[in-house]
């Protein structure tokens, strides 16, 4: 995936905290072919403040970091689609787009080792529940409440269709 161009669209909702961390993290094992795109939500009185924080912890000489924002919060989803119609639009076709949460709940070395992947599959998931995987640092409400949503969706999904 290195050597291909990515676009790496990052939701966010009023993330001064973590988001700029995660972009800390990323930024500097970056190359030219990709960019980052930071689809935020955030009320607009957030915005400059937000683009500031980020902008003083990208770290990378080679990629870029643009901004897609909403006058509204649509929730993640919305968020993922707009930033992805956004790298589109700005800057042409890509390979490959990652996308994740701002909010901690991604890990960058995760990010970075699906970025530095040489696989050639049409898709790659990282997911928090696969047998090799952790979490770590949530509350055991969100835990509980994160699988309960990963067990009831998938039979509300298959009960409309």
Same mark, same amino acid.
């Given at each position: 995936? %290195?050597?291909?161009?990515?676009? #790496?669209?990052?939701? @966010?909702?009023? *993330? !001064?905290?973590?988001?700029? &961390?995660?972009?800390?993290?990323?930024?500097?094992?970056?190359? %030219?072919?990709?960019?980052?795109? #930071?689809?935020?939500? @955030?009320?607009? *009185? !957030?915005?400059?403040?937000? &683009?500031?924080?980020?902008?003083?912890?990208?770290?990378?000489?080679?990629?870029?970091?643009?901004?897609?924002?909403?006058?509204?919060?649509?929730?993640?989803?919305?968020?993922?689609?707009?930033?992805?119609?956004?790298?589109?639009?700005?800057?042409?076709?890509?390979?490959?787009?990652?996308?994740?949460?701002?909010?901690?709940?991604?890990?960058?070395?995760?990010?970075?080792?699906?970025?530095?992947?040489?696989?050639?599959?049409?898709?790659?998931?990282?997911?928090?529940?696969?047998?090799?995987?952790?979490?770590?640092?949530?509350?055991?409400?969100?835990?509980?409440?994160?699988?309960?949503?990963?067990?009831?969706?998938?039979?509300?999904?298959?009960?409309?269709?």
């Amino acid at each position: 995936m %290195q050597s291909k161009k990515t676009a #790496i669209v990052i939701a @966010s909702y009023k *993330e !001064l905290e973590a988001l700029p &961390i995660l972009i800390s993290r990323i930024s500097p094992t970056l190359n %030219q072919n990709q960019i980052v795109i #930071i689809a935020d939500d @955030s009320p607009i *009185e !957030l915005r400059k403040q937000l &683009i500031e924080k980020c902008k003083q912890e990208f770290k990378s000489n080679h990629s870029t970091l643009d901004f897609s924002f909403s006058a509204n919060k649509c929730g993640r989803g919305a968020a993922i689609f707009r930033g992805i119609k956004f790298a589109q639009n700005t800057y042409g076709y890509f390979d490959f787009y990652l996308e994740c949460d701002s909010d901690g709940s991604h890990r960058a070395e995760d990010i970075i080792k699906i970025l530095n992947t040489d696989s050639n599959e049409d898709l790659l998931i990282g997911s928090r529940y696969l047998p090799e995987s952790k979490i770590i640092g949530w509350p055991i409400s969100r835990t509980i409440f994160s699988k309960l949503l990963n067990l009831t969706i998938p039979r509300l999904l298959k009960d409309l269709s």
